[in-house]
């Protein structure tokens, strides 16, 4: 990386006079010591060829455009209702832009690119459903595909950066959280500009336009904050 020249120190009305020791620095226009100068101008440079990092989320303006996180989305009764309900399904391992356990519920579409028949998702999911249509945003919303993911922090497992399947996923994609907190990473595409989103344990999360279609997502393992975190996350698939 090129150096910046050092230029003379903005003063009031004058240039300093020669020998006076001080520069500005052509970044941020501080005013510096000679002695520390080039080492503050070097740090400004690689922080403007750096991605550029969103502070941790503490409201709506540390969120990608188009995510909407809802904290206390479910009581602590309705997680335990279903928490013993995925307790009684079928998990198998996955390896699709995750690892982790997964159990996937209502319409799905596989690789081969075959419409199935109809399958209805789980009365279990009615009242999370209908409270997310009571969104505007969401009243036309019909989703008619789940997945639930069990990640368990001491195998290591993750969510790699991906974009869902425009076909498989549709437009938004909604999901509420289980068990423990997490941090996702949304990044966009070109890399320069990233946000570490909170999903709080009983909350939920609704990603659209931007969120969805230009940022990837994932959850690196470190950004488990608890042993288990189970995910469940409803799609309105599109027709194929």
């Known amino acids: 990386?090129?150096?910046?020249?050092?230029?003379?120190?903005?003063?009031?009305g004058a240039q300093p006079a020669a020998g006076s020791g001080f520069v500005a620095c052509p970044v941020c226009k501080k005013s510096l010591s000679l002695k520390t100068a080039q080492h503050h101008i070097d740090l400004c440079l690689e922080g403007m060829a750096a991605p550029k990092r969103a502070a941790a989320p503490s409201s709506a303006l540390a969120l990608p455009p188009g995510l909407s996180v809802v904290p206390n989305f479910l009581s602590?009764?309705?997680?335990?209702?279903?928490?013993?309900?995925?307790?009684?399904?079928?998990?198998?391992?996955?390896?699709?832009?995750?690892?982790c356990d997964s159990v996937v519920f209502g319409e799905y579409r596989s690789a081969s690119w075959q419409k199935p028949g109809?399958?209805?998702?789980?009365?279990?999911?009615?009242?999370?459903?209908?409270r997310f249509r009571q969104r505007p945003e969401l009243a036309a919303w019909r989703p008619n595909n789940a997945n639930a993911n069990r990640y368990t922090k001491s195998r290591n497992h993750f969510l790699r950066p991906h974009v869902d399947d425009r076909m498989k996923a549709g437009d938004i994609i909604v999901n509420v959280s289980l068990?423990?907190?997490a941090v996702m990473t949304f990044a966009k595409m070109d890399g320069l500009l990233s946000f570490d989103v909170l999903l709080a344990r009983r909350s939920a999360s609704i990603m659209a336009y931007a969120s969805r279609w230009?940022?990837?997502?994932?959850?690196?393992m470190d950004n488990f904050l608890g042993e288990t975190r189970i995910s469940i996350n409803f799609r309105q698939t599109r027709d194929w």
Request: glycine fraction near 2%.
């Open 179 to 181: 068990c423990s907190d």
């Open 1 to 12: 990386m090129k150096r910046a020249k050092l230029a003379p120190a903005p003063g009031s």
């Open 76 to 99: 602590v009764d309705e997680e335990q209702f279903l928490l013993r309900y995925l307790a009684r399904q079928t998990w198998s391992p996955s390896a699709f832009n995750v690892m």
């Open 214 to 220: 230009e940022y990837t997502h994932e959850i690196k």
């Open 118 to 130: 109809r399958v209805e998702m789980p009365p279990e999911f009615d009242f999370v459903i209908e």
